[in-house]
T-cell receptor, first 113, second 115 residues
Framework: QKEVEQNSGPLSVPEGAIASLNCTYS??????FFWYRQYSGKSPELIMS????GDKEDGRFTAQLNKASQYVSLLIRDSQPSDSATYLC?????????????FGSGTRLLVRP | DTGVSQDPRHKITKRGQNVTFRCDPI?????LYWYRQTLGQGPEFLTY????????KSRLLSDRFSAERPKGSFSTLEIQRTEQGDSAMYLC?????????????FGPGTRLTVL
């Protein structure tokens, strides 16, 4: 079992819709959770971080964390074609003093005009 | 631009040659990370520096790989006797010690192609 799992997609949504991206992780004590956006051929760009259970909103993005179920999700409201990218979920494992990121393989999002 | 910078952006080399990549982190960020990313996968951790000290290395980092961060500023990653399997995007990230100390910011990456 991979430490961080994501559906590879592609997830296709029409412009203006809500895109819902999900991620599960295996280490129950994981401490920090991140969503990165990566355009083709570019490097990952941090878009959200979340550390405690519940929702965290930033503009059109909402991150949701449920530690009991070991999942973290990203909602993108009013999706735009420019949101089309691969979204990477990353986790910092329990008791990890280096705070290194463990990534999933990413979910490709396509927003249809 | 005060973000993480990496040089070169692209490197094509022949199998068996040595290559060196440079990373300049965001100033005042004392943590520096190297990751490697292949097509269709998420980045994989290679090594971590806090200031000038290399505190962790992945078992992905074979003896052919070495990294340094002299004086706790820029870092270099050297690959000796490159192999075709080394072809990947090499990413550098930095994070601050205080504040949102767990957030890592990536540079543009160095894409390595080994022929």
């Amino acid at each position: 079992q991979k430490e961080v799992e994501q559906n590879s997609g592609p997830l296709s949504v029409p412009e203006g819709a809500i895109a819902s991206l999900n991620c599960t992780y295996s280490d129950r004590g994981s401490q920090s959770f991140f969503w990165y956006r990566q355009y083709s051929g570019k490097s990952p760009e941090l878009i959200m971080s979340i550390y405690s259970n519940g929702d965290k909103e930033d503009g059109r993005f909402t991150a949701q964390l449920n530690k009991a179920s070991q999942y973290v999700s990203l909602l993108i409201r009013d999706s735009q074609p420019s949101d089309s990218a691969t979204y990477l979920c990353a986790v910092i494992g329990p008791m990890d003093s280096s705070y290194k990121l463990i990534f999933g393989s990413g979910t490709r999002l396509l927003v249809r005009p | 631009d005060t973000g993480v910078s990496q040089d070169p952006r692209h490197k094509i080399t022949k199998r068996g040659q040595n290559v060196t990549f440079r990373c300049d982190p965001i100033s005042e960020h004392n943590r520096l990370y190297w990751y490697r990313q292949t097509l269709g996968q998420g980045p994989e951790f290679l090594t971590y520096f806090q200031n000038e000290a290399q505190l962790e290395k992945s078992r992905l980092l074979s003896d052919r790989f070495s990294a340094e961060r002299p004086k706790g500023s820029f870092s270099t990653l050297e690959i000796q006797r490159t192999e075709q399997g080394d072809s990947a995007m090499y990413l550098c990230a930095s994070s601050p010690k205080r504040g949102n100390g767990n957030e890592q910011f990536f540079g543009p990456g160095t894409r390595l192609t080994v022929l």
